[in-house]
């Protein structure tokens, strides 16, 4: 199979912008056409005038994408300003879907999936999630418990409106692509946190409040693993340490990230960004650039592993928090990945949340090769 084409164009106008990104892209010559699209949320309100256009210019048909604040390209970032990034990549026939958004219920899906080629299976899907839509996360964690479909993607960021691509503009909890068994991939994840204490059990909480870890009052053990500096200071330690929930079962030690959301220094409480019952485990985190550097080089030293021939395309999805917050400026993150991948065509964008695995984590990068 050929390899995919990607361009970027940036500007106000939606229709020149389109125009300029169907001049740069070429249309696959055989299999069936799919387009990603990503799009700044400056240009989101006007998103419908803007596939009208590729799709006409182009002549592919089917589309899927969403909105981001940052956008990210082949060895680039683009922050603060209008802009669109589209890629145009082929595969085998009926081998990639278009997912319609998925609401209150997953009819979308099982519907899909009931008309599916039994001899090759939905094994892959790529997901856009809306962060406003309440049902966003059950629907995503759905996929893993009741389907053999491993998830990835991210939560749609914005300023404005979260619209995403599923063929036409739409809202809705979560929409993408599935892709067939016989449709190779390559895919990996990497954090921007390290653990800096051990994992404790929780033994009381309420919602999202820790009230006991390990027996002990939450702030308490909170502070033994920050240490005194930051003890001292906890509105600080909020800027750069985070709850670690770590994934049952996973043999890499891998966790999900949630962010503190308030402390209680009179009761000795800590509240997250995420419910948790008793027996649940759960760390402390810091957000480090080294660590996130040496971990992004380790996913991309894996990917090569495990992709001896190169890729035909990649879409990245990585947190807002990451790329220039964390490895400064001049597009850093994009530049390793080009620096380690080679000038693969790619696509991708800065979001709420990332989608690894039918999970929401946060401050990592998700990276898919199609091969």
Sequence with gaps: MTPFSMAAAEGIEPVAVARELAARLTTPAEG????????????????????????EATGVTHWTGTVGIALCCTGREIYDRPAAVAMLG?????????????????????????????????????????PTHGTTPAIIRHLGEHTQIFGVGGIASSQGDYLSVAD??????????????????????????TPIGPVHRITAASNNVLIQ?????????????????????????????????????????????RNLVAVDTG???????????????????????NAALEDLKRMLADLKRRAPNGARGAVYVSCLGRGRHQFGDDS?????????????????????????????????????LFL
């Design 332 to 368: 850093q993150e994009l530049r390793i990945i080009a620096e380690e991948l080679g000038d693969i065509p790619l696509v991708g964008f800065f979001a709420n949340g990332e989608i690894f695995h039918n999970r929401l984590y946060g401050y990592t990068g998700v990276l898919t």
């Design 90 to 130: 082929s595969f085998p026939a009926g081998s990639a879907r278009v997912l319609p958004p998925m609401t209150e219920n997953d009819d979308a899906l099982t519907a899909l999936l009931a008309d599916w080629d039994t001899q090759d299976p939905a094994r892959f899907a790529l997901l856009h999630g809306d």
């Design 168 to 193: 036409e503009v739409v809202q809705g909890a979560v929409s993408g692509v599935l892709f067939a068994e016989s449709v190779p991939v390559a895919t990996a994840h990497t954090q921007g946190c």
């Design 213 to 257: 870890l390990d027996g002990r009052p939450a702030l308490d053990v909170f502070e033994e693993d920050i240490g005194e500096v930051l003890a001292r200071d906890l509105q600080r330690a909020g800027g750069f340490i985070v709850a670690g929930l770590p994934v049952p079962g996973s043999d890499t030690r891998d966790y999900l990230v």
């Design 32 to 55: 069936e056409a799919l387009g990603f699209l990503y799009v700044s949320d400056a240009l989101a309100r006007r998103l419908p005038e803007l596939l009208a256009t590729l799709r």
């Design 267 to 289: 009761q000795r409480l800590v509240a997250i960004g995420e419910h948790v019952r008793e027996g649940d485990e759960i760390l402390f985190c810091r957000r480090d650039g």
